[in-house]
């Protein structure tokens, strides 16, 4: 593992779905070089931000590809050209049945680091589209800290966060296509978990419509001990924030972590 950074400096791209992955790349172009001349290091942008996510099965099963796809190349190429690493959303093919929903980083140099599948799907808007993911969220190393991906849905289940807090995750990063109605997700959800579990979280969420549905934005940043780092409003945002690894030390000073009891827990996998 590199030596740790004390600061990680973020960009959570808060936007509509474009209407075509082209036209999505070239957004993402432009908003990679602005991240990185504010001085982000890494940029987190929607669940499904290349392609749409309410796009329907057919949609989903067209546009699906490998996580070396030609999609991923294009996100390498801008990562690298701008030099800063990106997180975006993505449909991956799966031979012989419906696609995932996936997350993949791609450092400053191009090199794909880490892909996760959305393991918990939203109601028949998932279930309808893709295939839940057969493994749990694994931690990644980058840039001297420990991160995780998870999508939307995903962290308003509490055993992902802890598992994820479990391998020594600092941070969590969440590509996200939350509803206007469900702002709780925001308010509570996002604080709480990072508090019990001295991470820090990245939730970038879409915005504007997407047929009949309105994405709430509200992408936000929290700290280890539930703090808000940073929320964008309900329109169109690129929103900054700086993790602290002081603070997250700090922070872990007080955790609840090694006073678990594991072994009355057994029921939580049943």
């Known amino acids: 593992m590199s030596a740790p ?30 991240a990185r001349a504010q001085g982000a290091a890494l940029l987190v942008c929607p669940e499904m931000s290349l392609t749409g996510y309410q796009i329907g099965a057919a949609g989903v099963a067209a546009l699906a590809e490998p996580a070396d796809g030609p999609m991923a190349q294009a996100v390498a190429a801008i990562a690298h050209r701008h030099g800063i690493a990106i997180v975006y959303g993505y449909p991956e093919h799966r031979p012989g049945g419906q696609p995932y929903n996936a997350a993949q980083c791609i450092a400053a140099n191009g090199e794909r680091i880490a892909n996760y599948r959305k393991t918990h799907l939203f109601g028949d808007i998932d279930r309808s589209q893709f295939s839940p993911g057969p493994q749990a969220p694994a931690v990644f190393e980058w840039s001297g800290w420990r991160l995780g991906l998870l999508i939307c849905y995903d962290i308003e289940f509490p055993e992902p966060a802890r598992g994820l807090a479990l391998q020594g995750a600092d941070a969590i990063l969440v590509p996200t296509a939350n509803m206007v109605q469900f702002d709780e997700v925001q308010r509570v959800l996002l604080p709480a978990r990072a508090l019990e579990n001295r991470i820090c979280l990245a939730y970038a969420n879409a915005c504007g419509r997407e047929g009949a549905t309105t994405y709430g934005g509200l992408s936000t940043v929290c700290g280890p001990r539930g703090e808000f780092l940073g929320q964008a409003e309900r329109g169109e945002a690129l929103l900054f924030a700086t993790l602290s690894r002081p603070a997250l030390d700090s922070a872990r000073a007080t955790s609840q972590l090694a006073d678990r009891q594991a072994g009355l827990y057994g029921i939580l996998s049943r």
């Not at 950074?5 to 990679?32: G, K």
């Open 5 to 34: 950074h004390d600061t990680l400096d973020l960009a959570l791209w808060q936007c509509p779905y474009a209407e075509r992955a082209a036209e999505a790349l070239v957004l993402l172009d432009a908003t990679a070089a602005q």
